[in-house]
């Protein structure tokens, strides 16, 4: 199995970062498998969405909805909120997989591979790439 860390800079605001173009080139000439993308944070998620389109401030606004950043969570160090971003990942999990056909990605046509992150007191990300021939 090849695998290869990257690192991505999210910023200081919630963020749905699109990784499909970095996803795809890595794969790029590496044939038939499957690539795995993962985050390995505790409060960030890997998303297959449409974006550029709204869907993916219509994704920040609905975890808005289910994760307030308000005063009610138990993991309450960091920035106001930042317990909701622990519980994150398990609505949007930390990982994806992707099937990859001749060195290319086999996404649907409106599909992205997206980082999501609502932390913001961790704007360096790390991001495991892992590619499994078939």
């Given at each position: 199995m090849d695998?290869?860390?990257?690192?991505v800079r999210t910023g200081s605001t919630e963020r749905v970062l699109d990784l499909t173009a970095r996803v795809?080139?890595?794969?790029?000439?590496?044939g038939d498998g499957l690539v795995h993308v993962f985050v390995p944070h505790a409060t960030a998620g890997i998303a297959?969405?449409?974006?550029?389109?709204?869907s993916d401030d219509d994704l920040l606004a609905a975890l808005g909805d289910l994760l307030p950043a308000d005063d009610r969570w138990r993991h309450?160090?960091?920035s106001r909120g930042h317990g909701r971003s622990h519980v994150m990942p398990a609505i949007v999990p930390p990982y994806a997989s992707v099937p990859v056909l001749d060195g290319r990605l086999a996404l649907g046509t409106w599909q992205s591979i997206c980082l999501v992150d609502l932390n913001l007191d961790n704007p360096?990300?790390?991001?495991?790439?892992?590619?499994?021939?078939?």
């Open positions: 695998s290869e860390l990257i690192h795809a080139t890595w794969v790029e000439g590496r297959i969405i449409e974006t550029g389109a709204g309450a160090h960091g360096d990300r790390e991001i495991r790439l892992s590619f499994l021939r078939g």
